[in-house]
């Protein structure tokens, strides 16, 4: 598989003013921190970690919905950092999102039909094209062709969601960067909707960038999964690979909090002592280092990159990953 997009040394801080008339500024957010991953054509990335960890700061910057800081963003081997004006509007043919919230996602003012063929509009695409393109949406998100007179208050989350989803793929995108898609769902639902883009993939042949919280569907949807710590990625790798042998405590810690099914067996908890530090004072050396039992000096000072540490391609950003997944 080709590489589709590349993300080098990405970086976003907001800036912080002392709220004077110079609006000096008196520090900044590190909201994303240096990550650089690649996602290549038709797989699907999990990107998790705690609130606030920076994973939908992260998805806006590579959509520039937000302007990168800092590093390099390259999309079908095109360098798109620097894109505005026409430029950025032609590349929203190829790169969409889905929006976490369908309730807030969703113009109430306006038709099903309205909604999902806007963007055609703005593409000039022909009113008989977009007419057969969008009973085809509707059709393949599970919807009915008389739904597209509703206004979006007429529908449940799910079925709100689905109408986001079909608006995403409008366009015939090629990256579709999901920002937490389904946490705002009913348990029973979220199966639905992640089995919709699971099927929505292979017949568009789309890419994901799937930006969640909840490891389970992470697991169950993603090709592999990138674990972010305070606006950087610690550890990334094969989602098997990663979720049967993590390397950096972080994610041990995450992975054991997942609940087991099965009564009869039982998964040690690791508690990760403390709390997470302000992304506008982060820790000198390894930002995980005051929260991880594992911290020496060298863990104070230097902030370990990110290193192969499987024959799988798997990495870890962590001075002591040896230890670590023995300790596991």
Known sequence: MSTLLE????????????????????????????????????????????????????????????????????????????????????????????????YASLNPRKTIEQIITEPMKIFNLPKQQRKKKLDRLLDVVGLSSYHKQRYPHEFSGGQRQRIGIARSLALDPDLVICDEPVSALDVSIQAQVINLMEDLQQEFNLTYIFIAHDLSVVHHISDRVAVMYLGQIVEIGEVEELYSHPKHPYTQALLSAIPEADPELSRERILIKGDLPSPSDPPLGCKFHTRCPYAEEICRTSNPLLKQVSSGGQQAACHFVKEVALEH
């Open 7 to 102: 993300v080098k040394n990405l970086k976003k801080h907001f800036p912080i003013n002392n709220g004077g008339l110079l609006k000096k500024q008196n520090g900044a957010v590190k909201a994303v921190d240096g990550i650089s991953f690649q996602v290549k054509q038709g797989e699907t990335l999990g990107l998790v970690g705690e609130s606030g960890c920076g994973k939908s700061t992260a998805g806006r910057a590579i959509l520039k919905l937000l302007e990168p800081t800092e590093g390099e963003i390259r999309f079908k081997g095109e360098d798109i950092t620097g894109y505005r004006g026409e430029k950025l509007r032609k590349l929203r043919r190829d790169m969409q999102l889905i929006f976490q919230d369908p």
